[in-house]
């Protein structure tokens, strides 16, 4: 149907008024020519025939075989009753039914008698409601009717126009009205819609009219009738007939959308409820040419309304389909919306859409899209979004992507989203917006950093946090992007450091980790793809990478304390005096205390090592160049988001650089070094790097009285007295 009026809507462009043409045309012109010229022109005939083909073509593929149809079934008949009663057949007749027993058997099937003129008379109609005129004739002349061949044939003077047409055609379509008004048994039912069809009696027509197409093609059949007899009663009539077409035969002309407006109030219930069949309602639109009220009606009958009336602008992605709604429907809508806002773009006749009905159109696609995502379709999801303006586009397949968790996966996914033509750094970029803007659920923060030692880097990570992790690889498999990953992957880090989620945040920047979210090239990358570029962007690639650097320092300071703390715990411990003086006791004490000393040296070794590594990654962060997380070339106009990171890396400031004196403090306490535990407070002090900004009264209090301890250990050691005071175990004791 669309192809058909489509095609003829083109074929027409801005033709000329019929009625202009047809007043020049009605007097040098014959029958047959003036027919043509009507058809040619008259726009409302013109959609007419179009439907009217279309509704032929949909009733020719359900006419059954009509030259042996009815001698097979009058053949089974007899057989049938044969059997039932022992009624003889003739020897001349099959006995079985199969395709080849006519020829196997050397027999004939039953001929038709007067009882089967009812199907006869029922595949004659069925022709003429195919619009298989020349068939039907076929047909009465192989039922040797040459007659009523004869009959149904009047108009076919018209098909060439070369030949003058009918010049008895008024009587022939009386007589043919007075055969449909026979109601009594002369004629059959089928044979007076035949000739009511030809001769303009409604009435008839409509008896053997079981549907909606059938009563809409024996409207638009009258119509196209009726404004042809318009057009021939003002054409002379060269043969001069006596007789002129009755009132009674005359149908008013109507336009389209006036003939559904009948149906939908039409006497008949099946008609009526065909009338509001959703493919019956989206068929009337196409016809009367209603292409915004097409797309609106497609999407109340796709979109779930809940969604719909929410739905503007890039929200228009949220939009689901109805569930009521069968995918066979929603797949329909998408494409015939389709259709017509590319008809519209190109500035097809009739296809003019208001911004309301497009969008409407637009959202029908979404929804089919979105039920593409539900049935996990990732190649048509991404063939169908790139029909969609850009932004929505990327917003729909950004969507899809949030519940992919797989690399391998992912990668294919983009594959075909760039293969569908869609901007996949878009859509990347916002696929992790998408994760990363979710709030978290913030968990104790310890506000106390004396704490830390008992905070432990191996506790895990929450499936929320993995989920914000694997979308910052999102922003990993384009190169171009991976200065954003970077500037993504430092903001998340921020705040997981913030919320003490550090196994997530080493799992993240990886100083540590064997396989990082963020690939471990990503510095040299952006330093290599900024190099030349402008100053501004030059500066904040620079700036994204110091950032990134200060918190990788940061966490692999934590790392080393980890493993010095699990080292610390494998300390060996002394074998014991014997409790006797027997040689034996005294041979296995002196083999222990050997394999003591041996594993002592070792320990103490990887523990002088661990202290080592621990002091360079702590001084790594406290000795930051121009300080941690403080910017090397602040701005001086900062805007909200500016504003709340500066905060924020403040507050870190004020987290992280007591908790390293502290860390490093315990170190140097447990591992005897009470000298290097007491040269801290000149760090702190130190007016150069002003790293005592970062404590509050209440931790600098808290830090002289360790320092206090580490003192008094110190001199004690010095005495070499046995009684010094445990500063680990009065660190641990004070934390608990």
């Not at 149904?152 to 047409?165: A, Y």
């Not at 320092?707 to 008094?712: H, V």
């Amino acid at each position: 149907l669309v192809s058909l009026l489509v095609q003829d809507r083109l074929a027409r462009g801005d033709a000329p008024d019929a009625d202009t043409l047809m007043m020049g045309a009605r007097d040098n012109q014959s029958q047959a020519q003036l027919i043509e010229t009507l058809k040619e022109t008259d726009a409302e005939l013109r959609d007419n025939m179009v439907v009217l083909e279309w509704l032929e073509q949909v009733s020719r593929e359900l006419i059954i075989d009509q030259n042996e149809n009815g001698h097979w079934r009058t053949t089974l008949h007899t057989l049938q009753a044969h059997k039932s009663s022992s009624q003889r057949i003739a020897s001349n007749i099959v006995t079985e039914l199969d395709p080849d027993a006519p020829g196997r058997q050397g027999k004939t099937l039953v001929e038709l008698v007067d009882g089967d003129l009812g199907h006869f008379d029922a595949l004659v109609w069925q022709c003429i409601r195919g619009g298989l005129y020349k068939e039907a004739r076929n047909l009465c002349l192989q039922r040797e009717q040459p007659w009523r061949a004869a009959s149904i044939m009047g108009d076919s003077m018209f098909e060439d126009s070369s030949r003058p047409g009918n010049p008895y055609r008024n009587l022939w379509r009386h007589v043919c009205y007075t055969f449909a008004s026979d109601e009594g048994a002369t004629l059959s039912r089928h044979e007076r819609a035949v000739y009511g069809v030809l001769g303009g009696h409604m009435d008839a027509v409509l008896s053997v009219c079981p549907g909606w197409e059938d009563h809409l093609w024996a409207q638009l059949k009258m119509q196209a009738a009726a404004r042809i007899n318009a057009a021939l009663r003002l054409c002379p009539h060269p043969f001069g007939e006596d007789i002129t077409p009755q009132d009674k035969q005359s149908v008013p002309i109507r336009k389209i959308s006036e003939v559904f407006n009948d149906l939908k109030n039409s006497s008949w219930p099946v008609v009526r409820s065909g009338a509001v069949d959703q493919y019956h309602r989206i068929q009337e639109k196409l016809i009367i040419g209603d292409t915004q009220g097409l797309l609106t009606l497609l999407a109340t009958l796709v979109c779930d309304p809940a969604t719909f009336l929410k739905a503007e602008g890039p929200h228009m992605g949220n939009i689901q389909m109805l569930t009521s709604c069968p995918p066979e429907l929603a797949r329909f809508g998408a494409h015939l919306s389709l259709f017509v806002m590319h008809g519209s773009n190109n500035g097809w006749p009739g296809m003019t859409l208001t911004p309301e009905s497009r969008d409407a159109g637009i959202k029908v696609v979404v929804a089919y899209v979105r039920h593409l995502i539900a049935v996990d379709r990732p190649g048509l999801v991404a063939l169908y979004s790139a029909f969609l303006p850009s932004e929505l586009a990327t917003h729909v397949f950004s969507t899809f992507l949030q519940s992919v968790r797989e690399s391998a996966t992912r990668k294919a996914y983009l594959q075909l989203a760039s293969e569908a033509g869609l901007d996949v750094e878009a859509i990347t970029k916002l696929t992790a917006q998408f994760t990363l803007k979710e709030p978290s659920k913030s968990s104790n923060n310890l506000n106390n950093v004396s704490q830390v030692s008992t905070i432990s880097l191996h506790t895990g990570i929450s499936v929320e946090d993995g989920e914000k992790l694997h979308a910052i690889e999102w922003l990993c498999f384009e190169p171009a992007q991976r200065l954003d990953a970077i500037i993504q992957a430092n903001t998340l880090a921020r705040e997981l450091i913030e919320n003490r989620k550090l196994a997530a945040a080493t799992s993240l920047l990886g100083p540590t980790s064997d396989m990082p979210i963020l690939p471990s090239d990503s510095i040299s990358m952006v330093v290599v793809q900024y190099r030349d570029a402008p100053p501004a962007e030059n500066a904040r690639a620079q700036a994204a990478v110091r950032e990134l650097q200060a918190l990788t320092a940061y966490l692999r300071g934590h790392e080393v304390h980890s493993r010095w703390q699990a080292h610390f715990a494998t300390k060996p411990r002394a074998p014991e005096l014997p409790m006797s003086r027997k040689t034996s006791e005294e041979m296995r004490y002196d083999a222990e205390k050997r394999r003591y000393d041996e594993d002592h040296s070792r320990w103490q070794a990887m523990q002088s090592a661990h202290v080592k590594e621990l002091k360079t990654a702590a001084f790594d962060v406290l000795h930051y160049d121009q300080g941690w997380l403080i910017e090397a070339h602040p701005t001086a106009n900062l805007n909200q988001a500016s504003l709340a990171k500066q905060k924020q890396c403040e507050r870190l400031r004020h987290m992280v650089i007591p908790e390293l004196f502290l860390m490093l403090h315990q170190v140097y306490s447990a591992t005897g070094r009470h000298a290097s535990a007491i040269s801290l407070a000149n760090k702190i002090t130190d007016e150069y790097r002003q790293l005592y900004v970062a404590f509050d009264p209440q931790e600098l209090r808290r830090f002289m009285e360790l320092l206090r301890e580490s003192s008094i250990a110190l001199m004690e050691s010095q005495r070499g007295t046995l009684g010094r005071i445990d500063p680990v175990g009065s660190f641990i004791q004070t934390n608990t």
